[in-house]
């Protein structure tokens, strides 16, 4: 490249800065929903452009040129995995809390749910077990008792519904 062809592609490249930089960072902002990032993705797309300039490149439209690289360079950005620093967090609500309060809730009324599973009928206290207690598909409740992969659906639904009294009735 001659020292002339470098002048040219250095005005071109700062008469496209100082036409699209704002039109390119509302865009940018836009679709990453940050201003430092969008920024830093017009930068990005600034230099690339002037590196394939630099290596020869030939640009018709600018413009559009432009617009190309910097999506691509926000796609890319969203395919980076995220992370989110705690204090981010913390900004925007999260609440840390250090007490297991719900979880001991949620443990209690499981235990309460498998107390109530004895009152079910047999057939009913069969399948819920196997179900939820042991964790088993409908597939492997079928070939364990024999029976199709259907009716064991339709006994897990209405040993769920009969258990569902239970626990009202209770309450």
């Known amino acids: 490249m001659t020292p002339k062809q470098k002048i040219q592609r250095r ?3 700062t008469n496209a800065h100082n036409d699209y930089e704002k039109g390119l960072n509302l865009h940018a902002f836009f679709k ?10 017009v930068q990005d797309t600034f230099m690339k452009t002037w590196k394939y300039l630099v290596k020869g490149g030939e640009i018709d439209t600018m413009k559009a040129f432009l617009y190309h690289v910097l999506n691509n ?5 969203y395919r980076k995995r995220k992370t989110t620093s705690l204090d981010a967090l913390l900004e925007k609500g999260f609440d840390l809390s250090t007490g297991d309060g719900e979880s001991l809730f949620d443990v209690l009324d499981g235990k309460a749910a498998i107390i109530s599973i004895q009152r079910l009928p047999l057939i009913y206290q069969k399948v819920i077990r196997m179900r939820y207690v042991q964790h088993l598909s409908l597939e492997e409740m079928a070939l364990i008792t024999g029976q199709t992969k259907n009716v064991m659906s339709v006994q897990v639904h209405r040993g769920l519904a009969k258990l569902k009294v239970l626990h009202e009735t209770r309450h």
């Open 73 to 77: 360079l926000i796609i890319d950005q």
């Open 11 to 13: 005005e071109m490249l």
């Open 32 to 41: 990453v929903s940050d201003h430092a990032i969008g920024e830093d993705l």
